[in-house]
């Protein structure tokens, strides 16, 4: 009778492991999409669907990595006591007599005899494999160098060490120790040798790092921060543009539109080719949106009075009214080290932000990708309300609506590119302490 009741109480526990409180979830979680994310209840790991519907129950102690792709080229890298188990989506174990991995560059190796190869699963035919021969696994560890020096790696075999350049052996592991450094963009690498308790160095190899530039590159792009720049235009300048008897007048990357002020009335227009100036505006200046693509695209902001508003840069010139209190430039530099150029606006103590609308036929010529609702607005997409983070980014094919209801800001965990669309998962760390992974839709992902 025991046994049975617990059987009974064990399917309470799993058919409702799944759901969350009305406290616990946002408003309006929804999905179209049928992949599954681990998902963590206790101390447990399993998976679930976007909605938070549990699919493969909780039986793992970590997750360590995943990939999502088409709905079959995906896996899972969980951890079950101190193994590293390789599953699909249906908890189907893969490579069971290889031992997996993780280097302290948080790489996953397998190993066969207690040897690493260089060898990575791969999908064929609706199964995952890798290739078993023992003559790939000679390695007792395979490490990436940091920084600048990550395209190589420091391969050791028997206590002696090389150096691999992506996949291909440029050094032999035939040494000690081996020393690095940079010199511009020429890398030189210094093997040693122990002889007779001396230890000698030899110069092995150099190698650039600079890749050949792509045929459709000309030259480097500019820096955000000089894109906008503003440059007052010289006499030469003003010639051509036909702008001589304005004593101000300016552009930013030497492009359009330029910018003048009137001599009398102390207010601005800015100039196209063939357009005429119109001294309508207190001040104007060429803000940045890096929204849809890697390029920034440039906005003429300007302001009437107290009131701020956009005007399109575009042949028809269309404007979003002048209905902010503010519109402010904002550089959020990323982990990669790029600036990223994104322009907020602020209705009384709301802070948005709206984006041209690429569609030129559209009835509206801006897009609010992150509403007014929200205190402040920090690197491009963290919302703030409160004293509490969240995410806000509303794109086609690049929508997040997790609301602000964490302690600290969001970090980017993963980004999953599916069936044409990008999704992504960030930790981050609730009122209790607990750190959890948050799905793009606001989903958290534990119970």
């Known amino acids: 009778m025991k046994s049975i009741l617990s059987i009974i109480l064990f399917g309470i ?27 963590q209840v206790g101390s447990q790991w399993g998976l679930a669907d976007t909605l938070g519907n549990i699919k493969v129950q909780p039986q793992y102690d970590a997750v360590i990595d995943f990939m999502l792709s088409d709905p079959s080229y995906t896996y899972y890298l969980m951890k079950k006591k101190n193994e590293i188990c390789f599953i699909d989506a249906d908890n189907k174990r893969y490579f069971k007599n290889l031992e997996i991995v993780q280097s302290a560059d948080q790489k996953i190796h397998f190993k066969k005899n207690g040897k690493i190869g260089n060898v990575w699963p791969e999908y064929h035919n609706g199964t995952w494999e890798i290739d078993e021969n023992p003559a790939l696994y000679i390695y007792d560890n395979l490490y990436d160098l940091p920084g600048d020096f990550s395209r190589y790696t420091m391969t050791e075999i028997n206590g002696k060490k090389g150096i691999k350049e992506f996949s291909e052996d440029i050094i032999p592991a035939s040494y000690d120790s081996i020393s690095y450094h940079k010199n511009g963009s020429i890398v030189t690498f210094k093997g040693y040798q122990k002889k007779d308790g001396k230890t000698e160095g030899t110069t092995i190899t150099t190698r650039d790092l600079n890749f050949p530039p792509p045929p459709s590159v000309s030259k480097k792009r500019k820096p955000v921060e000089q894109l906008l720049a503003k440059r007052e235009l010289t006499g030469e300048d003003k010639g051509w543009k036909k702008l001589r008897e304005y004593k101000y007048a300016y552009d930013y990357d030497e492009r359009y539109p330029t910018i003048v002020k009137d001599n009398t009335k102390e207010l601005y227009a800015y100039k196209y080719p063939n357009t005429e100036l119109d001294f309508a505006y207190d001040d104007i200046f060429i803000g940045l949106n890096q929204v849809h693509y890697n390029d920034p695209e440039r906005v003429i902001v300007a302001r009437k009075g107290n009131k701020f508003g956009f005007i399109e840069e575009s042949i028809r010139q269309r404007s979003s009214g002048f209905i902010y209190d503010l519109i402010e430039q904002r550089l959020f530099k990323n982990k990669e080290g790029q600036t990223i150029p994104y322009l907020i606006a602020k209705k009384g103590k709301k802070t948005g932000m709206i984006v041209p609308n690429g569609d030129t036929k559209a009835k509206d010529s801006y897009l609010t990708v992150i509403p007014f609702e929200f205190d402040d607005i920090t690197d491009q997409k963290i919302v703030i309300r409160n004293g509490l983070y969240g995410v806000w980014f509303d794109v086609p094919r690049k929508r997040v609506k997790i609301e602000p209801r964490y302690t600290t800001k969001p970090v980017l965990y993963k980004n999953i590119s599916y069936n044409n669309k990008n999704f992504y998962v960030y930790e981050a760390t609730k009122k209790n302490n607990k750190k959890v992974l948050v799905f793009s839709n606001g989903l958290e992902l534990y119970k």
């Open 13 to 39: 526990i799993i058919s409702t492991c799944g759901n969350k409180s009305k406290d616990d979830t946002p408003e309006a979680v929804t999905s179209d999409n049928t992949f599954l994310l681990p998902y």
